[in-house]
């Protein structure tokens, strides 16, 4: 058995780039959004929850932000701008939250449904 799931490889050749960026961002601004019960919980497991799923969103802004600035990526400077200060935003908010500064996850829930707004 090869080391390829035939499963995965047929979904992303039905997918588009945009589909695929709208169902990541969709995927992770669930997880933020299941945390609204939970999000000023000292609970171990909901403090672990809390930390996977605002890491996981920072982690995909970042992992966004090579591609944002590949000179061949066809956004124009002012959008690629906004980007890069969204994901400097995401980067100071999630620290905030990770050192209990807030408890805020609205921002980051309506900043990733913008983005999302935008994909569609």
Not at 17 to 40: G, H, K, W
Not at 49 to 68: Q, T
Not at 88 to 98: C, E, S
Request: include cysteine; charged fraction near 25%; hydrophobic fraction near 40%.
């Amino acid at each position: 058995m090869s080391g390829k799931n035939p499963y995965l490889a047929a979904q992303n050749t039905l997918e588009t780039p945009r589909q695929l960026e709208y169902r990541l961002f969709s995927s992770v601004t669930r997880a933020l959004m299941d945390l609204r019960p939970i999000i000023n919980s000292t609970e171990p497991l909901d403090v672990a929850k809390i930390a996977n799923a605002i890491n996981w969103n920072r982690d995909v802004w970042n992992h966004l932000m090579p591609e944002v600035l590949d000179e061949k990526n066809p956004l124009n400077r002012e959008t690629k701008l906004a980007l890069i200060n969204i994901c400097i935003f995401v980067n100071r908010h999630t620290d905030k939250i990770t050192q209990g500064e807030t408890r805020d996850i609205e921002s980051l829930i309506q900043i990733n449904r913008n983005i999302m707004d935008g994909l569609k």
